[in-house]
């Protein structure tokens, strides 16, 4: 009974490392995404306000292109809550805002996702983290 139970447990833990390996995996691809500026990194469970910050779009471009006004309350629920107060399937809003980022991006051609620097991990490794401005 013993060793039962001990390889149950075994096999829990094998499931579980799987999982977490695969979950590490899927949001660095995610990160990875969202950092190079892909719309298509929108998810449901993301704000306008987060959509906005990530993609360096105004909020008010966001919530004109979704036919809505931008008021504190609606900036921050998430896109499928959006999307059920509109009765449209989430996918429709997150079409409709990849859109709008990639009609933004047109029409403004100064428009640059900020790259990282390579090695931004030094600066806070100055001596005088305080008098460096970032």
Not at 28 to 39: E, F, L, P, R, T
Not at 61 to 72: D, K, T
Not at 77 to 82: F, K, Q, W, Y
């Amino acid at each position: 009974m013993l060793c039962f139970l001990l390889l149950l447990v075994l096999g829990l833990l094998a499931f579980a490392t799987i999982n977490t390996v695969r979950a590490a995996r899927s949001f660095q691809q995610h990160y990875s995404a969202i950092k190079a500026g892909d719309v298509q990194a929108i998810r449901p469970w993301m704000t306008i306000h987060m959509v906005s910050h990530i993609y360096y779009v105004p909020e008010d471009y966001l919530c004109h292109s979704l036919n809505m006004s931008n008021s504190a309350p609606l900036r921050h629920l998430t896109l499928s809550e959006l999307a059920k107060r509109k009765r449209q399937p989430v996918d429709q809003v997150i079409h409709s805002l990849q859109h709008a980022i990639l009609a933004y991006r047109k029409t403004h051609p100064h428009f640059q996702i900020p790259v990282p620097a390579a090695h931004s991990h030094l600066k806070r490794l100055s001596p005088t983290p305080w008098r460096t401005k970032y």
